[in-house]
């Protein structure tokens, strides 16, 4: 029925200091959409053209809607739905491309394509006014498939860089080298801002595309192409190919129940931390009623905050293993959502000081978190574990914001939405702490680092 392509040697190759630092400025350049697009300026700037498509008079519109395809939808839902239908939408392709990755010779080709659909999208937000709410969200969701799918394929090179003992490292200074990527942009973005007023703020959305693409092209460069491992032989082109594999990803994964159990803990418990990252500038902007300007300086402050958390957090786990990081960055993180829910309007100091708090734990826990589930990848199915880790990462976090919008559309109030996402982070600590580690490295076998 199959048989193997090929094979290749028992352990990957060693990778060059040039190839790491391609693979970190990755970071560098995509998370400028990160934190300038997602994290300030898209939902208060998507909000503020749907309130114009809505005809509101009045900052809130609490009883304005839009119908689009016919669907009654509150004016300041419109945002988390888009976030919610952007990630359906994720679900349905980045398995695929995580299987397609894996049967790849030209990784860098498909990162490099993949990414240029989310740039070719963000620089259409040049287009985006007056009350063009749908070509707004129709851009939005394009640019979020395009930077999901491109991160499934730029995680897969991540075993590929090192082995056990050097991975927790390896990937918290990528995240720590996107934070700082992200933070220069938005600074810069910032000065516009200050400058111009919001008027320039199609300009600031644009050129996160271009930076994103100038230091993608800069990345792709220096990684390295290699074969795949033990590819099967499958009828079709590579894209139908893609899809046979994942049906094989699908049964092969049932091998690895250890595996799929830590999969749906950082699905429990990253869907809070996605949901707080996506809708933190709606919920500073609508329900604190702080300036875009007090919004954009929080948010560079936890750049570099976060760049220290992430490399901390990282040193931290060389003593104490990465799973016991990560368990403490949960434990960290329902303090973050306590003090939100109970932060009061109109007070950017207290806004700023929560900020620091939140990017002492963001970095840590997310580079740790992907570098805990490479340990847990049989070897040659990067791609397509990383594919389905991208729906946990951020695929399939769809709940949190579904949730935080239902809730205000119910309640009016974004702090209902808030406290909710304390389930999320709860619930997640628990099934973590639940996760046998180095007994499910061992069964994907893998060799476990000597402190977890």
């Known amino acids: 029925m199959e048989k193997l392509a090929e094979s290749s040697p028992e352990t ?3 990778s060059t200091r040039r190839e790491r630092v391609g693979w970190y400025f990755y970071g560098f ?53 888009l976030v919610t239908v952007a990630v359906i939408i994720a679900v349905l392709t980045l398995p695929v491309v995580g299987a397609i990755a894996d049967r790849s010779r030209h990784k860098r080709r498909l990162l490099t394509g993949l990414a240029s659909l989310g740039i070719a999208a963000t620089c259409g937000f040049w287009f985006v006014t007056g009350g063009r709410y749908l070509l707004g969200g129709a851009l939005f969701i394009l640019a979020t498939v395009g930077l999901s799918a491109a991160a499934v394929v730029y995680n897969s090179f991540l075993p590929q860089l090192a082995g056990p003992e050097k991975r927790d490292s390896v990937s918290s200074i990528g995240w720590s080298m996107g934070y700082i990527g992200g933070g220069l942009h938005l600074a810069l973005g910032m000065v516009a801002l200050f400058t111009f007023g919001n008027g320039a703020a199609r300009y600031v959305l644009v050129s996160a595309g271009v930076w994103w693409a100038g230091f993608m092209l800069f990345s792709v460069s220096r990684l390295k192409d290699r074969e795949p491992v033990e590819v099967s032989v499958l009828p079709g082109n590579r894209l139908t190919a893609g899809f046979r594999q ?23 418990y990253n869907d809070g931390i996605q949901t707080v990252i996506s809708q933190a500038s709606l919920y500073a902007t609508e329900e604190l009623a702080l300036e875009q300007n007090v919004l954009a300086a929080t948010i560079l402050l936890i750049q570099f905050v976060a760049f220290g958390g992430a490399l901390g957090l990282g040193r931290l786990a060389r003593s104490i293993g990465a799973w016991k990081t990560v368990l403490l960055s949960l434990i960290l993180w329902i303090g973050v959502v306590l003090s939100a829910f109970w932060l009061p309007a109109r007070n950017p100091a207290a806004f700023m000081l929560l900020g620091v708090a939140l990017g002492l734990v963001l970095g840590g826990s997310q580079a740790l978190s992907r570098s805990l589930f490479s340990q847990l990848i049989p070897r040659g199915k990067e791609g397509e574990y990383f594919g389905f880790y991208a729906l ?14 239902l809730t205000y559309q119910a309640t009016h109030s974004y702090r209902s939405g808030i406290v909710m996402l304390l389930v999320f982070f709860v619930a997640g600590f628990f099934l973590l702490l ?13 060799t476990p680092p000597s402190t977890l």
């Open 246 to 268: 994942l049906g094989h990803t699908l049964r092969d994964m049932r091998k690895y129940p250890l595996t799929l159990f830590f999969l749906a803990a950082y699905l429990v």
């Open 12 to 14: 990957p190759d060693v």
């Open 29 to 81: 350049a995509d998370h400028a959409f990160y934190t300038t697009v997602t994290a300030v300026i898209i939902a208060p700037y998507l909000t503020s053209i749907a309130k114009t498509a809505a005809g509101c008079t009045t900052d809130k519109c609490p009883d304005s809607y839009l119908y689009p395809l016919g669907i009654k939808i509150a004016v300041g839902s419109y945002y988390p739905y």
């Open 434 to 446: 639940a996760v046998p580690m180095r007994r499910a490295i061992v069964a994907a076998g893998n």
């Open 392 to 405: 946990a990462d951020k695929g399939m976090s769809w709940l949190g914001p579904l949730v935080f919008g």
